[in-house]
């Protein structure tokens, strides 16, 4: 007499306690998304999926989300900790992401580079619903101003990381509130910003001992006296960049040099000799060993 064995389904398996914690978070989200399609109790499982989960990555579904579908996906979502929507230009308004924003009081990194459609409505929803934010993006979000921008230092003081990357409505005062309010930041990007000067790099220096790098590529109005007092207020300072910043010389650089500091710019008699060998093609007799 024969015995078959009885086969165990998938969804036999416990959805809280097994499925959701520790099989489906494997899986790739464009994958768990196409599972919906197979059942209406595999649709049930993503759903409960979804509503617990943590981190969303906008691109591991790619940019083009269609707005009801993101939407639909967190909708019932209160726990998420990490949202990435970076170069979601195309889709991402404020009317989709404010009620995401206003039910999510755990996020603590909120990446929204390159999302041009939203406004400073968002900034300050953010503001008042993450008091826990540590990790910021804005970069390329031409839309955050100065009242924004001081509606976030005033109710997210535990701020870690800002990329406030070519917001070119932000100038110096506005700055020099954020890095008082915000005491801890580690990183801050002020790059592709021409209103960005002196004062507000002094102001950082002088109010974030923690900081570990600075990005100041293409900010025009940088000069040498702001990076001399970052040298002396940043002893944990790992990184600085300074690129297309042409009132910024060695004569400043060379304090951070010496200390290990990692610069985007080479010492000038290196760049010289570099420059030269790129010249004449090869040049045997140049030491570059300096």
């Given at each position: 007499?024969?015995?078959?064995?009885?086969?165990?389904?998938?969804?036999?398996?416990?959805?809280?306690?097994?499925?959701?914690?520790?099989?489906?978070?494997?899986?790739?989200?464009?994958?768990?998304?196409?599972?919906?399609?197979?059942?209406?109790?595999?649709?049930?499982?993503?759903?409960?999926?979804?509503?617990?989960?943590?981190?969303?990555?906008?691109?591991?579904?790619?940019?083009?989300?269609?707005?009801?579908?993101?939407?639909?996906?967190?909708?019932?979502?209160?726990?998420?900790?990490?949202?990435?929507?970076?170069?979601?230009?195309?889709?991402?308004?404020?009317?989709?992401?404010?009620?995401?924003?206003?039910?999510?009081?755990?996020?603590?990194?909120?990446?929204?580079?390159?999302?041009?459609?939203?406004?400073?409505?968002?900034?300050?929803?953010?503001?008042?619903?993450?008091?826990?934010?540590?990790?910021?993006?804005?970069?390329?979000?031409?839309?955050?101003?100065?009242?924004?921008?001081?509606?976030?230092?005033?109710?997210?003081?535990?701020?870690?990381?800002?990329?406030?990357?070519?917001?070119?409505?932000?100038?110096?005062?506005?700055?020099?509130?954020?890095?008082?309010?915000?005491?801890?930041?580690?990183?801050?990007?002020l790059a592709v910003n021409a209103n960005v000067g002196d004062l507000a790099v002094e102001e950082t220096a002088k109010c974030c001992p923690e900081l570990e790098h600075l990005d100041l590529t293409g900010c025009l109005r940088v000069k040498n006296d702001s990076i001399r007092v970052l040298a002396e207020y940043c002893p944990k300072l790992r990184s600085l960049k300074v690129k297309h910043c042409h009132n910024?010389?060695?004569?400043?650089?060379?304090?951070?040099?010496?200390?290990?500091?990692?610069?985007?710019?080479?010492?000038?008699?290196?760049?010289?000799?570099?420059?030269?060998?790129?010249?004449?093609?090869?040049?045997?007799?140049?030491?570059?060993?300096?």
């Amino acid at each position: 007499m024969s015995v078959n064995p009885t086969r165990g389904c998938l969804l036999d398996l416990p959805w809280e306690d097994i499925l959701v914690p520790h099989i489906l978070c494997h899986l790739p989200l464009q994958q768990l998304l196409s599972l919906q399609r197979v059942s209406k109790s595999f649709q049930s499982l993503i759903q409960l999926y979804l509503a617990n989960m943590r981190c969303f990555d906008s691109s591991q579904i790619g940019p083009a989300i269609p707005r009801a579908a993101f939407v639909n996906m967190l909708k019932d979502n209160e726990v998420l900790q990490q949202l990435a929507l970076q170069n979601c230009c195309d889709w991402l308004t404020d009317r989709e992401l404010l009620p995401v924003i206003g039910q999510n009081h755990h996020l603590h990194q909120i990446q929204l580079k390159g999302c041009a459609q939203l406004s400073r409505h968002a900034l300050v929803a953010i503001s008042l619903s993450c008091p826990h934010l540590r990790q910021l993006s804005l970069a390329h979000c031409e839309w955050v101003d100065s009242l924004s921008l001081r509606s976030l230092a005033d109710h997210c003081k535990m701020l870690e990381a800002v990329d406030l990357t070519a917001c070119r409505q932000l100038k110096d005062e506005a700055i020099c509130y954020l890095v008082q309010k915000c005491s801890r930041l580690k990183s801050l990007s002020l790059a592709v910003n021409a209103n960005v000067g002196d004062l507000a790099v002094e102001e950082t220096a002088k109010c974030c001992p923690e900081l570990e790098h600075l990005d100041l590529t293409g900010c025009l109005r940088v000069k040498n006296d702001s990076i001399r007092v970052l040298a002396e207020y940043c002893p944990k300072l790992r990184s600085l960049k300074v690129k297309h910043c042409h009132n910024v010389a060695e004569s400043s650089l060379s304090i951070l040099r010496s200390r290990g500091v990692e610069l985007d710019v080479e010492p000038p008699l290196q760049r010289a000799l570099v420059l030269l060998q790129d010249v004449v093609g090869f040049a045997p007799f140049i030491n570059l060993q300096i």
